[in-house]
């Protein structure tokens, strides 16, 4: 018995389902969890002593690839000081200022724990300063946790959504409308019906919770005029795609603006944490200056944000993204030549550094109901194949997957070599 079947065991006997998050217990993807002990640069090694290239890199924090030794240094250093305070620390202030130096269309800037606890905040703060109670979002994109965005759409479109889990009262998600992504005309016709009554809307301005669907063009130009007419505040979740795609928010590198900003993922290089930007005049509404409640023990932390600190100093002084966004290129030209030569099927959908192998031949990919016609089987069988070949991707069709810094051309190759191999046994 494997050491990670044994910890498994274990860990079912103890922990709902054997994990901490359910996407990990493996329940898409066939076979069983597997235990991780250590990650140094692009690999990440099991309990017993297996080697994986990792293109799931702790879903999508890991820009920097493990352990990476000025991150592992800026903890250190920090952590031989208190692993926390919760008293002001002048770690707080640099990351502020380096947020408001990025990230420029926003002017403060609040810490948090978690991608979750910060579109919470985003949400609740947007309802504060608008007075108004609706949410407007999209089916597919993912936003954490929170009661208000587990819903789904309800069986018409523009009807009130419907909770996707157990336990989120009617009365929350009747405050919820979930439209399809990429679909324009549906806001515009969920504005009409529920006028005056959106306080936000709220999306990924790169879709990558389903997979990784692109916002079609002029979709968040209409979306940022669409809420501007109507009242509405306009939130990008840039949980994943903040510091993805270059050493800002997704915002600033098409020019359309939201009122929001959630960060969350790599400005914590790997540690919990979470945060929410916007102009003064919104953040001002935040207590203790205003009335719209937030708080948190461990916010700020400093060992997280000297992980964070780090991990930003260090991209926007070696700005690895033109060298990650080939990586990912070249793996995705890999897999579309076998899938083009009919040989997998299957098609490789990268932006930058990430990217997802869609067991589909469904052309265009724009929302969820055209990822949802995968292959969730085949992808599962690849999924296993590329595990016992030495490769860990995020175990779901509906994942991003990413290169880091630290993968080599090498990792690359290796990889599109497995796929070939794959190919060739179907
Ligand atoms: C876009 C997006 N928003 C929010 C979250 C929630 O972040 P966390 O898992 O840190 O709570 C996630 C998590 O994957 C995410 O992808």
Same mark, same amino acid.
């Given at each position: 018995?494997?050491g990670?079947s044994e910890?498994?065991?274990?860990a079912?006997?103890?922990i709902?389902g054997?994990v901490? #998050?359910p996407v990990?217990?493996?329940?898409s993807?066939?076979?069983?969890?597997?235990?991780m002990?250590?990650?140094?640069? #692009?690999?990440?090694?099991?309990?017993?002593?297996?080697k994986?290239?990792?293109f /799931? @890199?702790?879903?999508?924090?890991?820009?920097?690839?493990?352990a990476?030794?000025?991150?592992?240094?800026?903890?250190? =250093?920090?952590a031989?000081n208190?692993?926390s305070?919760?008293? @002001?620390?002048p770690?707080?202030v640099?990351?502020?200022?380096?947020?408001e130096?990025?990230?420029p269309?926003?002017d403060?800037? =609040?810490?948090?724990n978690?991608g979750?606890?910060?579109v919470?905040?985003?949400?609740?703060?947007a309802?504060g300063?608008?007075e108004?109670s609706?949410?407007?979002?999209?089916?597919? @994109?993912y936003?954490g946790?929170?009661?208000a965005?587990?819903?789904?759409?309800? #069986?018409?479109?523009?009807t009130?959504?419907?909770?996707?889990?157990?336990?989120?009262s009617?009365?929350?998600?009747s &405050?919820?409308?979930?439209v399809?992504?990429?679909?324009i005309e549906?806001v515009?016709?969920?504005f009409?019906?529920?006028?005056d +009554?959106?306080a936000a809307?709220?999306?990924?301005?790169v879709?990558?919770?389903?997979?990784?669907v692109r916002?079609?063009?002029?979709?968040? &130009?209409?979306?940022?005029?669409l809420?501007?007419e109507?009242?509405?505040?306009?939130?990008?979740?840039?949980?994943?795609?903040?510091?993805?795609?270059?050493a800002?928010?997704?915002?600033?590198l098409?020019?359309?603006l939201?009122?929001i900003?959630?960060?969350?993922k790599?400005?914590g290089g790997?540690m919990p944490i979470?945060?929410i930007?916007?102009?003064?005049?919104?953040?001002?509404?935040?207590?203790?200056t205003?009335?719209?409640?937030?708080?948190?023990?461990?916010?700020?932390?400093p060992?997280?944000l000297?992980?964070?600190i780090?991990?930003?100093?260090?991209?926007? &002084?070696?700005n690895?993204?033109?060298?990650?966004? =080939?990586?990912a290129? +070249?793996?995705? &030209?890999?897999?579309?030549?076998?899938?083009?030569e009919?040989r997998?099927?299957?098609? /490789?959908e990268?932006?930058g550094?990430?990217?997802?192998?869609?067991f589909?031949?469904? +052309?265009?990919?724009?929302?969820?109901?055209?990822?949802a016609k @995968?292959?969730?089987?085949?992808f599962?069988?690849?999924?296993?194949r590329?595990l016992d070949?030495?490769?860990y991707?995020?175990?779901?069709q509906?994942?991003?997957?990413?290169i880091?810094?630290?993968?080599?051309?090498?990792?690359?190759?290796?990889?599109?070599?497995?796929?070939?191999?794959?190919?060739?046994?179907?």
């Amino acid at each position: 018995m494997s050491g990670s079947s044994e910890l498994f065991e274990r860990a079912r006997r103890v922990i709902p389902g054997g994990v901490n #998050s359910p996407v990990r217990a493996f329940g898409s993807v066939e076979g069983n969890p597997v235990f991780m002990e250590k990650g140094v640069g #692009s690999a990440v090694y099991d309990v017993d002593g297996v080697k994986y290239v990792d293109f /799931c @890199c702790s879903w999508g924090p890991l820009i920097l690839g493990h352990a990476d030794p000025d991150v592992v240094e800026a903890v250190k =250093r920090t952590a031989e000081n208190g692993l926390s305070f919760g008293i @002001c620390n002048p770690l707080e202030v640099e990351m502020a200022e380096l947020l408001e130096q990025r990230v420029p269309h926003a002017d403060m800037f =609040r810490m948090v724990n978690s991608g979750t606890e910060a579109v919470m905040t985003a949400l609740r703060l947007a309802r504060g300063y608008t007075e108004r109670s609706m949410i407007l979002k999209f089916d597919g @994109c993912y936003h954490g946790h929170s009661d208000a965005l587990l819903v789904n759409a309800g #069986s018409g479109l523009l009807t009130q959504s419907v909770s996707s889990s157990a336990g989120v009262s009617a009365n929350v998600a009747s &405050e919820v409308v979930s439209v399809p992504y990429n679909d324009i005309e549906s806001v515009d016709e969920a504005f009409a019906k529920y006028k005056d +009554r959106v306080a936000a809307v709220i999306v990924e301005p790169v879709a990558g919770n389903m997979g990784l669907v692109r916002p079609k063009k002029g979709f968040l &130009e209409a979306l940022r005029e669409l809420s501007a007419e109507n009242g509405a505040l306009l939130v990008f979740d840039e949980v994943i795609t903040g510091f993805r795609f270059h050493a800002g928010t997704f915002a600033e590198l098409i020019g359309v603006l939201p009122d929001i900003t959630v960060l969350g993922k790599i400005i914590g290089g790997g540690m919990p944490i979470g945060a929410i930007g916007a102009s003064k005049e919104i953040m001002s509404h935040l207590a203790p200056t205003g009335g719209v409640y937030q708080a948190g023990t461990l916010s700020g932390n400093p060992v997280a944000l000297a992980a964070g600190i780090a991990t930003l100093r260090k991209l926007v &002084e070696t700005n690895p993204y033109p060298k990650l966004e =080939r990586m990912a290129a +070249r793996l995705a &030209e890999n897999i579309n030549r076998l899938a083009a030569e009919k040989r997998l099927p299957s098609r /490789c959908e990268a932006f930058g550094g990430a990217f997802t192998i869609f067991f589909t031949s469904n +052309r265009p990919l724009e929302n969820l109901a055209d990822v949802a016609k @995968c292959d969730t089987d085949a992808f599962a069988s690849f999924h296993r194949r590329m595990l016992d070949a030495g490769f860990y991707l995020s175990p779901s069709q509906f994942e991003l997957d990413f290169i880091s810094t630290a993968h080599t051309e090498e990792d690359v190759n290796a990889f599109g070599e497995a796929v070939a191999d794959f190919a060739a046994d179907l």
